[in-house]
């Protein structure tokens, strides 16, 4: 994608976006039908030009793109192997779309599965930080991720006990094979269902790790370097400390370096933080300790930066970046440009530096701004709230400001879908004028944008390392709960350690897309109370646990956390089947009419 591509998605069509969007809004809501090809066969029949405008709109993108459509079409299959064993209702109904619209099946295959690989980046991660003096208690560190991705992404959680490794193993990462160490950590972590790599964690010695995408100017590997969950996991697996563990990241990119795009790793332990910001195989790292930050999708260190790699400036220079004779430089300024996957190095040289990108910086300022306002006082009581926002009020470019009252972008008075269709004049071009798209931290979307999981983690000094902890909700968290899972735990529920836990939230988070006033009530009706009751039981089961442990008695103590982390889950999962109901019940209340007495 170069730089005329993202222009293009600049002036993209919002009328193909909406009739996107009305599509895979529409599948759904009727993958759940027990008759899906049925239901898929009347939509396709009463919506065939729709669909037809849908998938021209799709083919318009991939030409100007330049697209290799059999990749495409490769990565399409491969996602339908994955909806056939999760959701088969989805693919009778696709194939059912495209018997009743008079289509061929892999075009209503693509449109639903594989359409960021055509339509290109929209907008990622949101990362909390909060570290000593800024927390209740003034100790610890806590590093709170939502980790955004496609909305059709699903999550694990992935227990991996400490082992010996011999002198000649390797580590298989995604693309690349890299020499394995003798001995790795124990630790807990969240990842995208199937994936070695993970997209957050802790370990044994309470180090933890969470990692936000950001756009590079520099020379990237692509598949020949280190995808960046394998870093994530090679950080969780080999490091002791936060300090250790920049070293692991500044050794592993800087012999390998990183695959698609730009990198900050966030790597806390019970007594610092350290963000590590990489950028091809050239890296920025700043110590944080009794203070506040936030993450988006681009760089924030400046010349501020504590450690850098030895070639930081010297390779600016020789890009003729900065000034010949520069000693020091803003790193976010230097490194940051506009795309975020670009597809090869060509002219990577002349790439456009860009310091900030509009959604980016909304949602990091917004983060800072709750931070801010709980300094001295954040746990994770005060973060789970942050993790749910959808912005109180919101200024718009002009200076505008329109109320957001908590709901997500699509349901707020800032969209108006409904002049969209019913114009007095015959258009004379393909687009209308529209709002531009607020992007929240708790991400509502059903491209790329959207909360696949979120994953809190809190360490501390005063407590066994065994109860380094992350907390962690499937989904958007404002429509799901959190999950406890400590690093001491030596048995993970199987509904976890697979999709299966994270396809029920799935389920809400898509039943609930489009009609958030209808269902949220009812949801947080049921997991409220859950959540509520977790908090509090979080400090009476580590008393215990503690008391266990001094007591010498680690047998009960083993036991205690065991039962303590399979009692949340499956508390958790019977919290969402009452969330479900509640839909249920809002749903055909909604859909009540009286007859005139």
Known sequence: MNYKRKAFFQRI?????????VLLISATAFAAAHNSYQDGLEFGRLNSAAIQSNIDALKKMADEHTINMTTVMEQAYQDEELYNKIMPDKVQWMHGVAEGANLPYEKLLVLNSVDRNITGF????????AQGSALKGSKGTIISKNRDQSAATLSEIGLQEKARHSSDEVYQAAYIDIPQVIETYKFVGSRTAGRWGYGMGINEFQVSVSDNDSTSRDILEFKKGLHDNDVVRLVLERAKTARERVD??????????QSWNGIMFEI???NELWIVEVTGHRWAAKRYVNTITARSNQYEIGDDYDLCSKDLVSFAVEQKWVKEGTQRINFRKVYGTLELYPESNDNFAKRPAVEKLYNTEMRYQRAMELLTKANGQIDAGILIPFTRDHYDTYKLPSGKVIDMHQVPFYSSDAVDWYNREWMPEWPKKDTIETSIYIRGICGHDLGW???SSTGMMISRPDVPNELGVMLHSFMQPCNSTYIPFYVGMTKL???YSTPKAAYT????AMRSFGYYKLYHDGIRLAFDPYEKQLLSDMPAFEQQYMELKKSGNDSEAQNAINNFVAEKCNSALKAADKALDNMEEAAIRNSQWQARQ
């Open 13 to 21: 069509s919002v009328c193909s976006i909406i009739c996107c969007i």
């Open 248 to 257: 692991v990241v500044a050794n592993l990119v800087e012999k390998y370096g």
């Open 493 to 495: 529920d199987p509904r």
């Open 268 to 270: 806390g332990d019970p």
């Open 449 to 451: 944008g959207a909360t």
């Open 505 to 508: 939230f799935h389920n809400i």
């Open 122 to 129: 929209q907008g990622e991660c949101t990362t909390f930080m």
